[in-house]
């Protein structure tokens, strides 16, 4: 992609990647792409012509036999060579979700480490989507169970990991012997987009990726109603999820979704309260708090509620808001001004509740979309942020008696996605490990994914894991052969 036409040097001219090519051609709808520090406009996106949309789903329908019959070692290949790719342009790529994202620069680079490890570990674990031989019931039979790729994907990207996300979703597709076409997000296309780039020039055949972008609906009915997309994969929220997968099952689609969090975090007296409280305000409010596993719920034991709550403040205040691309960055921006508005419906709610608002940290004096770190102090059951997630730098805190009201303080709500506890009592570890409703429960510390872990959600918060063994598997089906 060349970087034309653009306000900021660090960010590409947009351009839709549909078959295997950049489209050239002028597109007659546009949205603006804004740099949330600034406010001001990066590039404009391209929005995909019903025609264009057509384009790249044939195009993933006639690369499918092509890629499903290339063997695991040579798909491999070319996502081993993206890998590299993607480590070889860290740099550059870190400045992008800078600019469309606003996180600082540091939190950028690991984004794209971890963009790579995906790609990576997808390569390995391609090679290894072994099936079965069952034993048979008579001599000179044999029976097999084998796996196979489901189909063309079409997969759905949100904003808040413009490349991390995406990459999980291409990689895992790709790995399993699918091919994709993806919506980026709006607000962020510019990473996934650089992304397909990256992957064309490690030799992915021509169709297997398509990049499109343009009004969310539009696409979604486009893909979801195409008989040739075979599954669909969504990371965003619980009711635009609910959503697709409706519509996704009028055409019997495989769905896999990751989708809302509020996540609960658990702290015993035995914790080290600390060491634990400046830990979670780096866990709370990296990105912004713009995670789907962000720590949210804060329920401390009675014993150490207030000391928890001072030791988190004081480490918040400490924070630095400002552009993500300056080194004394440690919090950038929200990624819009409707982020705000949200942000401050909780605050309001709080405070005509009676509830202790702290804010840390001085808003810079610049345009841009920023929003001081808040903690919301014995937040009462019946607040808005206690039931709703606020997917921002926003934390809630409440003091617990017992185990029994901690865990049901974990669980009263419809999500679990994440969910986290600082105890040394081993015996402790095991009851929440068993009774604790989320598809990952984390103790003693804050790291919820890996790219060789599965990773997904239970009750609202989606069906199907990413990652991991899981992440391969949720893009292939299971063909039974029988032999005579």
């Not at 708090?289 to 034991?301: A, D, E, L």
């Not at 605050?347 to 005509?352: F, P, Q, S």
Request: hydrophobic share 45%.
């Amino acid at each position: 992609m060349r970087i034309e036409d653009t306000v900021d040097a660090d960010y590409p001219a947009l351009k839709l990647f549909i078959a295997g090519r950049f489209v050239e051609d002028k597109p007659a709808e546009t949205t603006a792409v804004l740099n949330p520090a600034t406010g001001e406009t990066l590039a404009f996106m391209p929005h995909a012509t019903p025609a264009q949309m057509d384009e790249a789903i044939a195009a993933a329908g006639r690369a499918f036999p092509l890629w499903r019959r290339m063997s695991a070692q040579e798909r491999a290949v070319i996502l081993t060579r993206a890998a590299a790719l993607i480590r070889e342009r860290r740099e550059s790529l870190a400045r992008i979700v800078t600019a469309e994202l606003g996180k600082p620069l540091a939190e950028a680079r690991a984004e794209v480490d971890t963009a790579a490890a995906i790609f990576q570990w997808d390569a390995e674990e391609g090679r290894r989507a072994y099936g079965r031989i069952i034993p048979s019931r008579q001599p000179g039979t044999r029976l097999m169970a084998v796996r196979e790729p489901l189909g063309p994907i079409a997969a759905f990207a949100p904003w808040n990991a413009p490349i991390n996300t995406p990459a999980r979703k291409i990689s895992g597709a790709l790995a399993a012997g699918c091919t994709v076409v993806l919506k980026p997000a709006e607000d962020t296309p510019g990473a996934a987009l650089a992304l397909a780039g990256i992957l064309a020039e490690a030799g992915l055949p021509k169709g297997a990726l398509s990049v499109v972008c343009g009004d969310p609906v539009r696409i979604s009915e486009r893909l979801l109603d195409s008989p040739i997309i075979r599954g669909v994969t969504f990371t965003g929220s619980t009711a635009i999820g609910k959503m697709l997968a409706a519509r996704a099952a009028a055409t019997i689609k495989v769905m896999l979704a990751e989708l809302g969090g509020h996540s609960p975090v658990l702290v015993f007296e035995d914790a080290d309260i600390e060491a634990v409280a400046t830990a979670a305000v780096r866990a709370k409010y990296r990105n912004s708090g713009q995670v789907c596993i962000s720590p949210t719920r804060f329920y401390i034991h009675e014993s150490v509620h207030d000391r928890f709550v001072n030791c988190f403040t004081e480490a918040a205040a400490r924070l630095r808001l400002g552009d993500g691309r300056d080194p004394a960055t440690t919090m950038g921006p929200v990624i819009n001004a409707r982020r705000i508005a949200a942000l401050d419906r909780f605050v309001l709610d709080a405070r005509n509740r009676g509830i202790e608002i702290r804010q840390s940290g001085v808003l810079p004096e610049k345009r841009g979309f920023f929003f001081r770190p808040t903690i919301l102090v014995n937040g009462r059951e019946d607040c808005l942020a206690a039931n709703e997630e606020p997917f921002g730098p926003l934390a809630l805190t409440r003091s617990f008696g017992s185990l029994e009201e901690a865990v049901a303080l974990a669980n009263r709500l419809p999500f679990g996605l994440a969910a986290y506890a600082f105890t040394h009592d081993s015996r402790r570890i095991i009851q929440l490990g068993e009774e604790i409703e989320s598809g990952n429960v984390i103790f003693n510390h804050w790291q919820a994914s890996l790219p060789e872990t599965p990773f997904g959600g239970v009750k609202d918060s989606g069906i199907g894991r990413e990652g991991g063994i899981e992440g391969l598997v949720a893009f292939q089906t299971v063909k039974y052969i029988s032999e005579a």
